[in-house]
């Protein structure tokens, strides 16, 4: 439930970054220049008195230092560009805990998803291979990196080992034909 509540929120966040940066590029294009508006001013302009509640609240409850130099500050940057900073930093609160567990179980489920979406998509194994192992040969020899590289991605991929091997002779075959 908390998982939703946040993803709503940062969609929320992205949403209103967005509206944002509209304004701003519609202010920048009647202006003839570049027109970004500070989310103090954007905020002052749509409700003054929570402005004023929160400054009031900030400087009651916490020190000084949060007000000015750092609040303020804040409410200095363009509107857009906090709201989408809060937008990111709450979409990695939601999506590190996969991201992490993926990075220590070898992206296991990212490969796994990947693979499968792009069989539903209709993308052929053999063409993807093929475009790997024409880039590994590109300069005329496979070196050891590279090798281990495309048996890597292709591993990622789920490609059936026989696709990898099938699509590597045909490319050494196709280079030496040459």
């Known amino acids: 439930m908390l998982k939703a509540l946040l ?8 949403s209103v970054a967005v509206i944002m940066a509209v304004l ?20 002052k302009a749509l409700s003054a ?26 409410l200095g940057l363009p509107g857009f560009a906090v709201f989408a900073g809060l937008a990111l930093l ?12 993926n990075a ?5 489920s990212f490969g796994f998803q990947g693979a499968r979406a792009l069989a539903e998509t209709g993308l052929h194994w053999d063409r993807l291979i093929r475009m790997i192992w024409r880039v590994a040969y590109a300069d005329g020899h496979l070196d050891p990196q590279e090798e281990h590289l495309a048996r890597r991605l ?3 991929l789920y490609v059936p080992h026989a696709v990898f091997i099938q ?3 045909a490319v050494t075959e196709r280079m030496h034909a040459r």
Do not use: H, Y
């Open 90 to 101: 709450v979409a990695l609160a939601v999506f590190s805990p996969v991201v992490i567990w």
């Open 167 to 169: 699509e590597k002779l």
């Open 154 to 156: 292709a591993d990622l």
């Open 49 to 74: 008195d929570t402005l004023r509640q929160f400054e009031d609240l900030v400087k009651a409850n916490l020190p000084d230092l949060l007000w000015d130099p750092v609040a303020l500050a804040l």
């Open 7 to 14: 993803r709503l929120l940062s969609m929320v966040l992205l």
């Open 104 to 108: 220590q179980n070898d992206w296991v």
């Open 24 to 43: 701003d590029a519609t202010r920048s294009i009647a202006a003839g220049s570049l027109v970004t508006t500070p989310l103090g001013a954007s905020w």
